[in-house]
């Protein structure tokens, strides 16, 4: 089968950081990418072959988008999923489908979906607001999430007794059992009109102790065999169940005994795929690029270890962002420095990445360190 992909305008929903590695690996192809963002000053403004400005949400603003698009993508998921229906019946390639967008933008109808498919997940309850969230109280440890618009480390709320009940969230949410897991994992998967379906290997993932975002990830993860298969299975299990097409990541918590449950998923590349970059055969905007264009799927073994940390704004820092540390950085060998584009600053904001490449797994960790206390993101004074 010969497509001409380069004659396929890519329009994407979206236009920061992921949008940004997006278009980096789609100018291999010469494939163009329409972009619809509602900052004037996006990460992506300079590098698409068109830009729009204009708010995800608005229907009259996507649909008008999307009729000079024929594929339509996303990179975040907040977005008008009716306009997207509507091109889809109009014709246009919509990935992932509007109705799997729609899905997975409530976590309530995210963690139904795996109760009604037998995906493991956390024991969990909906509930409607703080008041409901009181009459919980059994329930207790949990995790209180916000149902729809969390997003990093946003709406997410332990509880771990009564005495946390006053920050439950007022609003329609969920009540999810804490785990206590042995470590958090990611598995990234995509498929494409082909029937193929490729996942890349599991990898480590270690948070922010307050911001609730990812700080670092290792690669692979340092979990054993059996639990690796498994996790592959399960992700792999999820995007077949949704019959999607295109990339998804899906995080997962391994438990002290060893099991395997599914935490949330997102519909397109993701924090945890930033490493391949430079560290897989095919990274994952590639991978991503290949799915919705109904392209061959890429390779995705990982050719050595890798670490990425996650380049925030410093806390207590708002304004024109000034980078410390990175000539320092540059001279280690194995080092990729990633910076997002984004002029302004404020406390952890995602502003770059940087991916470690080492045989030498301990060396590996102690570099990942070394590097996250070198690169610091601040304010001009």
Request: with cysteine; net charge negative.
């Amino acid at each position: 089968m010969q497509t001409n992909y380069q004659k396929q305008t890519l329009g994407v929903l979206g236009g920061g950081q992921l949008g940004r590695m997006l278009i980096q690996s789609a100018i291999n192809y010469n494939i163009d990418i329409h972009i619809l963002d509602p900052d004037a000053n996006a990460p992506c403004k300079t590098i698409c072959q068109k830009f729009t400005q204009g708010k995800l949400t608005d229907y009259d603003t996507v649909y008008n988008f999307g009729k000079d698009c024929d594929v339509i993508t996303i990179e975040i998921e907040s977005v008008n999923t009716d306009a997207l229906e509507k091109l889809q019946e109009e014709g246009k390639k919509v990935f992932p489908q509007p109705h799997i967008i729609k899905l997975i933008q409530d976590k309530r109808t995210q963690k139904q979906f795996y109760q009604e498919h037998d995906i493991p997940t956390a024991e969990f309850v909906l509930v409607e607001d703080k008041e409901d969230v009181m009459s919980f109280k059994d329930f207790l440890p949990a995790v209180n999430k916000l149902g729809r618009d969390g997003y990093d480390g946003r709406g997410v709320q332990i509880l771990r007794d009564e005495s946390d009940l006053d920050k439950a969230f007022d609003s329609q949410g969920l009540l999810e059992k804490l785990i206590d897991f042995e470590t958090e994992i990611a598995v990234i998967v995509s498929r494409n009109e082909r029937g193929e379906l490729f996942a890349f290997p599991p990898v480590a993932c270690a948070f922010h102790p307050t911001a609730n975002l990812v700080e670092f990830l290792f690669a692979p993860a340092n979990i054993p065999v059996a639990i690796s298969e498994r996790a592959i299975a399960i992700a792999q299990n999820v995007i077949e169940k949704l019959d999607m097409y295109g990339l998804l990541a899906v995080e997962m918590f391994v438990t002290k005994t060893g099991e395997v449950l599914v935490n949330e998923i997102a519909p397109r590349p993701h924090n945890s795929g930033h490493h391949t970059i430079e560290a897989n055969f095919t990274s994952q905007f590639e991978q991503h690029l290949r799915s919705v264009l109904n392209m061959p799927l890429g390779d995705t073994t990982l050719r050595m270890p890798a670490a990425m940390v996650n380049l925030l704004g410093e806390d207590g820092h708002e304004g024109d962002a000034i980078i410390e540390g990175l000539d320092e950085v540059l001279n280690q060998k194995g080092v990729y420095v990633h910076l997002y584009g984004k002029k302004t600053t404020k406390p952890f904001r995602k502003m770059g990445h940087v991916t470690i490449l080492e045989e030498n797994i301990d060396e590996l960790k102690i570099k990942a360190l070394r590097i996250k206390n070198l690169i610091k993101i601040k304010a001009e004074a």
